[in-house]
């Protein structure tokens, strides 16, 4: 068990109890286990009991540091040939992102923003040899929130899209309330905007200043860039993945090879998890990695986290339900983690209420409309206004359309726009499962001057993807033809 005052139990509610365990411990231990032997045989026992290709991505990334650990010695091993070439692949991949990343990245530090790598990009700028080992189908990057901006208007320009869907108009007025945002680019890219270190709910703003004060210089792919402190990282992967039930637990790979480099400053990093509320979460990391891996993580840094946790309160159970694999979800716990996990998101969202208001017309639908034309059916459209509301005076604006619905719940989705402009987003939750004709209202209020164009309504995916190569995954998120039926434009009341 771990060193401290006090024995770390595997009962609930201590944090033994959210260790990683079963398949999950073991491919850790072949990953992390200062002694080969034992970590191979772990290694060869995880392989002997699970089919590689019957296996979820989270453990290919560990498969892919157990391969590069071991390399030939697996070679007896019937699964070595699939071990190899999914090491293989996924390095490839990697590669690849990291390829179409770069002249995005390259044009954000020529635009005068410099960036922080986070995460896998961060571990592979400070040791260029954990690329065959450390999965990096995304590359993390940081800027100042004074860049953020500058980056965004780099990947626009660079055609990357958004993957939640909602147009650059509607994105850009609203960066500031942002935390972070995926961006998708031909068959690999795939960049994650972040001006904040950490989530919301973690948020502090002297330590924001701090973590770039503490990085350090590196290089990624010839470029300079900035990565966190080894204290930064190891707090930083806590943060981004101990509440995570291990969706993936390179973070905790990532954590280890970080304090065997011996190069962490322990007050900082005890200070930074004080102010961002990660004492649990990093209770639980810190723990299992000393007793179960033997990473030396000194004693007194474990006293005082843990007893740091020990005082969490209430927040201390929500915490542990929430660090706890998911794999090793019963019911009764799924519940209560999605529960805990649902306060963590309200607290985000109270945080978050500086953000831009987003004006929202919702729909009804209408009886359907005459007869119209086959093709007149567009992804967007432009719309006519008259020339009297052109010296800012508030109009209210009814907008018909028609569309084919497709035969399954989802959302529709539409966004009103001037130019740059952003003026609403149009919204319709279909409950129904049936398809077909289905004619729409939405009205609402603008003000026709702040349009710097044409004012045009668009169609929008809800859930932005890389390839809309399956016909579901259209019908279910995809954006939804529409033909404008009428819009009606009078004095706003």
Known sequence: MATTTRRIGRRFPDYGWAWPTNGLDRLLKAVLLPDQIAAQAQA????????????????????????????????????YPRLAGLQKMLWTKSRLAMREAEPALKAMVGAGAPIMLLKGASRIAVEPAAQRGRVAHDIDILVRPEHMAVAFDVLRQRDWKVSTGVSPQYLRPRLGAVRSMNFFMGSYGDIDLHQAAYDWSQADDADDEAVWRRALPATFSGLDVLVPSAADRVALAIGHGGLDAHTHSDWLVDSAVAIRACDIDWAVFCEVIARRHLAVPAAVALTY??????????????????????????????SLLQAKPRTDFKGLTWLSRGVAKQLRMRKKRALRERELPGVEWHGRRAALSAEVMPDGFALSQRLQVPRQFASGEAAEIEIVVRLDAPPMRRRIEMELNGGEHHFARLRYRKLGKSGGAMTLRFRGTIRPAEADGDLTLAARPSRQFRDWEHERTVATYGAVPFQVVSVKVSPAP
């Open 289 to 318: 990695l000393e007793a179960e891996m033997s990473v030396p993580v000194p004693s007194d840094v474990l006293e005082r986290i843990v007893a740091m946790a020990d005082r969490a309160g209430a927040s201390r159970i929500g």
């Open 44 to 79: 060869s026992k995880w392989l002997d009991a699970n089919d590689i290709d019957a296996v979820e991505f989270r453990e290919h990334r560990l498969l892919a540091a157990i391969a590069d650990r071991f390399g030939k010695a697996l070679a007896a091993h019937p699964a």
